[in-house]
């Protein structure tokens, strides 16, 4: 008798694909369409087919590799996202029981990747206090990050920190109805939810913001023992959002979640900064590098409570999946070794200087830039964003002014800076 794996799915099922095994394909399918008999509308398909020596084996096999990706009440049903759905199909395939592929749904085409190169502010004639103030009201939050650089900053710390850790991305819609805007954040720790021995990961769809489904806000749950929705009406009261701010998202962060790891809504980065900071959980964030010179993040920076992560990110993929540029960076409260950015700062003598980078403003106060640090000047002087996250504060520097430092120079202002003196 021939031995079948295959992969199904119901239409109105998105979220969620079947995975088993049978001697007939066709009557399984007729028996899955014949479940919801019913509903016209809710038509299974065929994801994947191929021929096995032991579908058995195959089945104990896929259960144990994709263990968080089950649901938890029928352990048939894994939870579907297309580049999951590559990863069994992958797995299936390289398992020593597979014979022979019979059906692959094919791919729907990808939107191309375009790189927008982002014109000079000259060639736009427009000075860098017109854009700060326009990017100050844009508004633009659908700025996704892009995989590679969640695996690049998450792959340096000690893979113990997150060991038998509730990971919170409160700001990650792990689902991809369009898959235009899912977090690749909730794909890493799916997929590594094994790998770093997670204890629970928790995501949640933010229904305010693009929401075609209609889905209204849900939260994710996944665990060794397989994975689980919350929604309202059965889990939370109606008018759950989804939001960072909901109570019912805040209850999470406060009694579930031991690290939130996200890249947050740009528009509302002083407020979620403040949840963050109230709730006093381990986090490794993205953010605009600007914010660590803002009034909200600096008292922070004063009292050695954060820092910057390893890594700028520069390029997020729009839901055009473009790439566009924007100055991230991550910041975090875990500890950070041997910070590859120290090799950035220009720590000298204030007259090794270049004149071109020093300058005293109106109140005599001496502005350093692109990264130049005097090592004998006594006094507080200004530096941009660069040299704080590049380590200056661990580097025998200290802020000393817990509000952002704006220079003038012959009466006119120029943009916010710390205000650091040596120790
Ligand atoms: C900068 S994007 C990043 C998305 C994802 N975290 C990532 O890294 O790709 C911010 C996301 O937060 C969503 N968002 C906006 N306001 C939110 C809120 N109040 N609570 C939760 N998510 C929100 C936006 O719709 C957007 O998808």
């Known amino acids: 008798m021939r031995q079948y794996m295959y992969i199904v799915q119901a239409s109105l099922e998105p979220v969620k694909c079947k995975i088993g095994r049978t001697e007939n394909l066709q009557r399984r399918l007729k028996e899955y369409n014949a479940l919801t008999g019913k509903s016209k509308d809710n038509i299974y398909r065929y994801l994947f087919t191929c021929e096995v020596k032991d579908a058995g084996q195959v089945e104990k096999d896929l259960k144990k590799k994709f263990l968080n990706l089950r649901e938890e009440k029928s352990k048939k049903i894994y939870f579907y996202h297309s580049s999951l759905f590559k990863d069994y199909v992958v797995f299936i395939k390289a398992h020593e029981s597979f014979l022979k592929e019979i059906f692959l749904k094919s791919e729907t085409p990808k939107v191309k990747v375009v790189k927008k190169t982002t014109p000079t502010l000259e060639a736009r004639g427009i000075s860098?206090?017109?854009l700060l103030q326009k990017a100050r009201?844009?508004?633009?939050?659908?700025?996704?990050?892009?995989?590679e650089d969640i695996e690049k900053e998450i792959g340096i710390y000690d893979k113990n920190i997150w060991h038998s850790k509730t990971v919170f991305c409160n700001c990650d819609d792990p689902v991809d109805n369009d898959e235009k805007r899912t977090s690749a954040f909730a794909l890493y720790f799916l997929?590594?939810?094994?790998?770093?021995?997670?204890?629970?990961?928790?995501?949640?769809?933010?229904?305010?913001?693009?929401?075609?489904?209609n889905a209204g806000g849900k939260a994710y749950v996944f665990t060794k023992d397989g994975f689980t929705e919350r929604h309202e009406r059965k889990d939370f009261p109606a008018g759950f959002s989804g939001s960072f701010d909901d109570p019912l998202s805040l209850k999470i962060l406060r009694e579930e979640a031991d690290i939130v790891c996200t890249n947050p809504p740009f528009s509302k980065a002083k407020e979620y900064w403040k949840i963050l900071m109230e709730s006093g959980k381990k986090?490794?964030?993205?953010?605009?590098?600007?914010n660590a010179v803002t009034p909200a993040y600096i008292p922070y920076f004063i009292a050695g409570k954060v820092w910057a992560g390893y890594n700028r990110v520069d390029w997020f993929l729009n839901p055009k999946k473009e790439i566009v540029k924007a100055s991230g960076y991550w910041f975090t409260n875990f500890s950070v070794k041997d910070r590859p950015k120290y090799k950035n700062l220009k720590i000298l003598k204030l007259k090794e200087i270049p004149e071109h980078y020093k300058r005293f403003d109106d109140a005599h106060t001496l502005i350093?830039?692109?990264?130049?640090?005097?090592?004998?000047?006594?006094?507080?002087?200004?530096?941009?964003?660069y040299p704080i996250v590049s380590g200056i504060l661990e580097k025998g520097y200290r802020i000393i002014q817990d509000t952002q430092y704006f220079p003038y120079i012959n009466g006119k202002r120029c943009f916010g800076r710390a205000l650091i003196q040596k120790i």
């Open 368 to 385: 350093v830039d692109h990264n130049y640090i005097p090592e004998d000047y006594e006094k507080p002087f200004a530096v941009s964003v």
């Open 137 to 147: 009201k844009v508004k633009n939050d659908e700025f996704y990050t892009r995989y």
């Open 128 to 130: 860098r206090k017109d």
């Open 283 to 290: 986090f490794l964030i993205i953010s605009n590098q600007i």
């Open 191 to 213: 997929r590594n939810f094994e790998n770093l021995k997670l204890k629970k990961l928790i995501c949640t769809h933010y229904s305010k913001g693009v929401d075609l489904f």
